[in-house]
C-alpha cells in the first residue's frame, strides 16, 4: 500500500524502518498512552518484522504504514519519517480500528489528521479491491488523558462512542478508554 498527500508519502514499513520505529517508539512520551514500554532496538525490530510479514496476507487485516515528508522541494527521495499510521481490521465486527503516532517535532502542523485521512482512503479503496476484509466502522481507542488523539478523531468526524474509567490496567495503573467511531463511507 502506498498513498501520497500533498505534504506526506505514507508506504508500508520495511525492514530498514526498525531504527525510525525505534526512534518513535523508544520516546517516553509517545510510549505513555500505549499498552507497551518505550521499545528496545530488539522489541522494535520484531515489532517491524511482524509489520512486514502481516504486508504480505491476503487479505490483509493489520496495516501498518510509514508516514513520511518531504524535506525540500521536489525531493521524494529525501523523505524525513516523522511517524506511522495502523490499523486492524476485524471481519467478525466488521470494524477497522485505526491507531498513530508522530515524531514530537511533527505534532501541532496537521500531519496525523492529514495521514489519517490518508489512510482511511487507503483501506477504502483496499477493502474494494478485496484486499482486506469488509468493515462498515472505523474506530479509534485512546486514553481519555491523551488529549491530542481526542482532538485528532474529532477533527476526523469521528465521534464519542464510550467512554470507561478504569477500563484496564496498564504500566502499573488503571487507565481509562474512549473509543470514538464514524461510518466507514
Same mark, same amino acid.
Given at each position: 500500500?502506498?498513498?501520497?498527500?500533498?505534504?506526506?508519502?505514507?508506504?508500508?514499513?520495511?525492514?530498514?524502518?526498525?531504527?525510525?520505529?525505534?526512534?518513535?517508539?523508544?520516546?517516553?512520551? &509517545?510510549?505513555?498512552?500505549?499498552?507497551?514500554?518505550?521499545?528496545?532496538?530488539?522489541?522494535?525490530?520484531?515489532?517491524?518484522?511482524?509489520?512486514?510479514?502481516?504486508?504480505?496476507?491476503?487479505?490483509?487485516?493489520?496495516?501498518?504504514?510509514? +508516514?513520511?515528508?518531504?524535506?525540500?522541494? &521536489?525531493?521524494?527521495?529525501?523523505?524525513?519519517?516523522?511517524?506511522?499510521?495502523?490499523?486492524?481490521?476485524?471481519?467478525?465486527?466488521?470494524?477497522?480500528?485505526?491507531?498513530?503516532?508522530?515524531?514530537?517535532?511533527?505534532?501541532?502542523?496537521?500531519?496525523?489528521?492529514?495521514?489519517?485521512?490518508?489512510?482511511?482512503?487507503?483501506?477504502?479503496?483496499?477493502?474494494?479491491?478485496?484486499?482486506?476484509?469488509?468493515? &462498515?466502522?472505523?474506530?479509534?481507542?485512546?486514553?481519555?488523558?491523551?488529549?491530542?488523539?481526542?482532538?485528532?478523531?474529532?477533527?476526523?468526524?469521528?465521534?464519542?462512542?464510550?467512554?470507561?474509567?478504569?477500563?484496564?490496567?496498564?504500566?502499573?495503573?488503571?487507565?481509562?478508554?474512549?473509543?470514538? +467511531?464514524?461510518?466507514?463511507?
Amino acid at each position: 500500500m502506498h498513498a501520497e498527500t500533498t505534504r506526506l508519502t505514507l508506504r508500508d514499513l520495511a525492514l530498514s524502518d526498525t531504527p525510525n520505529i525505534y526512534a518513535l517508539d523508544s520516546i517516553p512520551d &509517545n510510549a505513555r498512552y500505549q499498552t507497551w514500554p518505550p521499545r528496545t532496538l530488539e522489541s522494535a525490530d520484531e515489532f517491524v518484522q511482524v509489520a512486514v510479514s502481516c504486508s504480505e496476507e491476503s487479505p490483509r487485516t493489520f496495516v501498518e504504514m510509514a +508516514v513520511s515528508v518531504a524535506t525540500g522541494p &521536489n525531493s521524494p527521495e529525501k523523505a524525513e519519517f516523522i511517524g506511522r499510521v495502523g490499523a486492524h481490521i476485524d471481519s467478525k465486527e466488521q470494524t477497522a480500528e485505526l491507531w498513530f503516532s508522530f515524531m514530537p517535532n511533527s505534532q501541532g502542523k496537521g500531519y496525523a489528521t492529514e495521514a489519517v485521512g490518508a489512510l482511511i482512503e487507503l483501506l477504502r479503496a483496499a477493502r474494494k479491491r478485496h484486499e482486506v476484509p469488509h468493515f &462498515n466502522r472505523l474506530l479509534i481507542e485512546c486514553d481519555p488523558r491523551n488529549t491530542a488523539s481526542r482532538r485528532l478523531a474529532e477533527r476526523a468526524s469521528f465521534v464519542m462512542q464510550s467512554c470507561t474509567e478504569r477500563a484496564f490496567e496498564c504500566k502499573g495503573e488503571w487507565v481509562g478508554s474512549m473509543v470514538y +467511531v464514524r461510518d466507514a463511507d
